[in-house]
């Protein structure tokens, strides 16, 4: 604008010396040395109009590579957000259900109903702070060979003036840090079901559980307790709890972690209230309280045998003694006592 007004300013001068020279023309006594002044004026105005001209579509051409840039980066910089709104979600989804007692009926259906929301309102933000018009929305989120990590994908398409963008962002999602419903769904219906901050104490629920489901001694499992907060145990490979002398085992079980396997429910299965799914899923186990007793039998620990249709037994496992109690786990000796390289134990 400050441009366009110096070029009509210089048009009126133009006019004003355009009426001195025709005036200087018109004088019978002309003086030649104000014709030849007045003819290098106009060359010299001439000249700084066009060179002003250049100025200016220069200017606008890189006001244009500016205002490109400056679009992409802040699409960058909206793409970078996503999985952050994503995880926001997938924790207000999780929340929701540990509220609620209540499993989802489809998980992945009900975080693209939250997800999509939290875009539209983003999409508004990004329109009033920087007037780009986004639609996007939730299009995938796929399970990947890390059971504690999803694949989201999600549809962008924005427009700002003559330019436009279209992307499917990949982002991944994990779960760690996020509520373990399964124990609340499963246990819920049975008196004596507490949690903190990081654990399950079943008081009498567990128990209780395992008796209306047709388990023997199912009061070894009376005061037990198990992690609330998805933890990724290090101790890869699993072997590698025996060592020791079961003291891995009991750091372990101390963090509450949880263990990559193929029979225990991934997350988005378990805030539908499933132990075990088709995914690559994981598993963590329930603690009896510790006893003086040994050589017992019960249901075998881990979280997707207990909570199933199918609860077979496990034995006495004692990885730690202290003041003449054991900590112990039930494990199946063929599978994850190996698993966890408890065979001697
Ligand atoms: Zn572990
Ligand atoms: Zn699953």
Redesign the pocket.
């Known amino acids: 604008m400050r441009f366009k007004r110096k070029i009509n300013k210089n048009n009126e001068d133009k006019d004003n010396k355009k009426n001195s020279i025709k005036s200087a023309f018109a004088d019978e006594d002309g003086n030649f040395s104000i014709i030849t002044s007045s003819l290098l004026l106009i060359g010299f105005l001439l000249l700084s109009i066009i060179v002003l001209n250049i100025a200016i579509e220069e200017r606008n051409e890189s006001h244009e590579i500016i205002s490109s840039n400056n679009y992409q980066y802040v699409m960058n910089d909206y793409i970078r957000n996503l999985p952050i709104l994503e995880r926001e979600s997938l924790e207000e989804l999780s929340e929701e259900v540990m509220k609620n007692k209540r499993p989802c009926l489809d998980s992945k259906g009900d975080l693209k109903k939250i997800i999509d929301e939290k875009l539209s309102d983003f999409n508004q933000q990004y329109y009033d702070n920087y007037n780009i018009q986004i639609n996007s929305s939730l299009i995938a989120i796929e399970?990947t060979s890390n059971p504690f990590s999803y694949k989201f994908k999600t549809y962008i398409r924005s427009v700002k003036g003559d330019y436009s963008f279209e992307n499917i962002a990949s982002s991944d999602v994990d779960c760690i840090g996020l509520k373990d419903p399964v124990p609340l769904l499963y246990c819920k219906g049975y008196h004596g079901l507490s949690l903190n901050d990081t654990d399950y104490n079943y008081g009498d629920s567990l128990s209780e559980f395992l008796r209306s489901n047709g388990v023997e001694n199912y009061s070894f499992y009376v005061n037990a307790s198990s992690p609330l907060i998805i933890r990724k145990c290090p101790y890869d490979p699993y072997k590698h709890h025996g060592d020791d002398n079961g003291k891995v085992m009991k750091n372990c079980r101390d963090n509450g972690y949880y263990h990559e396997s193929r029979d225990g429910?991934?997350?988005?299965?378990?805030l539908e209230g499933?132990s075990g799914?088709?995914?690559y899923?994981f598993e963590t186990f329930i603690n009896p309280q510790k006893t003086n007793e040994t050589g017992r039998v019960s249901a075998c620990g881990s979280d997707h045998v207990i909570f199933s249709d199918d609860i077979y037994p496990g034995v006495e496992v004692i990885y730690n003694s202290e003041n003449g109690l054991n900590e112990i786990l039930y494990l199946d000796p063929h599978g994850h006592k190996v698993k966890y390289g408890m065979s001697g134990f």
């Open positions: 399970n429910a991934c997350y988005l299965c378990r499933k799914c088709e995914h899923g």
